[in-house]
């Protein structure tokens, strides 16, 4: 199996499609970077407002749709987070390489490659008919199957560690400057403040992000098997990366909260870079959003789609 991963893998990165997508991605980066330095204006500090406690009579006036008791769960946190911030905010030192965050923006422009490349690797098998060549050579499908998923997986991982890289060294091309790889910046570590390297918290931060991008590609991956219909794959899970948090928000404004179990309000992990907007959103909407619920979550809908695609794939006649 190690065997045939290697070979799918040589394979797909020297395709045309894959080396335009670098390509892309190199220039989009580039671009994203500059404008953004280009056009850089000092940041104010942000002024924090703690809000008091509500009575269950306010808290229903102001959020007609949201649960006083998830409410109330909250509010701590809330309280926390909100001082946690004020603290930070007074050691706030605005500085260009801040700029450096809008990675995360170009980071959400992966998850329409991740839909493609996901979508297109194992049915242009089934279109070249190479899955019945693999066969014939004596490999098991359960084998097949896994050899073309590890390799989906490995080059989302590259195509998004190819970005940060090549953001970071956008940034030093535009700022002339090697001062991101000093940068030290305050956060709060069990409730202590500490000076971390920048850098090294974004790169942490990027990676966490990159969980929804791997998701969806995967998801597309999954799709493409059970169905073997490459426009329906790609618009609908262009249209659920686009659109999923959209319609959870519209939903949950008709007090349908079920779809908070599901993966569709996860589908973009930067809503969680400013914990503070998320716990607000959580006491307004009677939520329980976070990063765990949404890796467990997202786990737990990859598995579920891994065994409908594997018995697919194992059950369906390949002429």
């Known amino acids: 199996m190690l065997k045939l991963i290697k070979i799918l893998l040589k394979r797909e990165i020297k395709k045309s499609y894959f080396i335009l997508f670098l390509i892309i991605i190199t220039l989009f980066s580039l671009v994203v970077c500059s404008v953004s330095y280009k056009n850089y204006k000092f940041s104010e500090k942000e002024t924090i407002i703690i809000d008091e406690k509500l009575s269950e009579e306010e808290y229903y006036i102001q959020y007609p749709n949201g649960l006083y008791d998830k409410y109330l769960s909250n509010y701590e946190l809330y309280i926390k987070e ?42 242009n098998e089934y279109k070249n008919g190479t899955i019945k060549m693999f066969l014939n050579k004596g490999l098991s499908r359960f084998k097949i199957f896994m050899s073309f998923l590890i390799c989906c997986l490995i080059l989302l991982v590259i195509l998004n560690l190819f970005l940060f890289f090549v953001y970071t060294l956008s940034l030093i091309m535009v700022s002339h400057s090697l001062e991101l790889f000093k940068l030290k910046i305050p956060t709060i570590l069990n409730d202590e403040i500490v000076y971390v390297n920048y850098y090294l918290k974004s790169f942490n931060n990027y990676l966490i992000n990159m969980l929804p991008i791997i998701f969806i590609g995967l998801f597309s991956f999954y799709f ?70 949404g890796n467990f979550i997202l786990m737990i809908t990859l598995l579920i789609m891994f065994i409908l695609s594997a018995i697919a794939f194992i059950k369906r006649d390949i002429n």
């Not at 909100?82 to 700029?99: A, E, G, P, R």
């Open 82 to 123: 909100s001082t946690n911030k004020v603290k930070l905010n007074n050691l706030y030192n605005d500085s260009k390489l801040f700029l450096f965050e809008n990675v995360y923006k170009a980071q959400v422009f992966l998850s329409i490659i991740s839909i493609i490349i996901g979508s297109v690797i194992m049915l």
């Open 224 to 293: 493409s098997i059970i169905c073997l219909n490459r426009l329906m794959v790609i618009s609908v899970s262009f249209f659920l990366n686009v659109f999923g948090i959209v319609i959870f928000q519209w939903l949950l404004e008709n007090k349908i909260r079920f779809l908070m179990y599901t993966f569709l309000p996860y589908l973009d992990y930067t809503i969680f870079n400013d914990r503070l907007n998320i716990i607000l959103f959580n006491m307004q909407y009677g939520t329980n959003l976070s990063l765990c619920n």
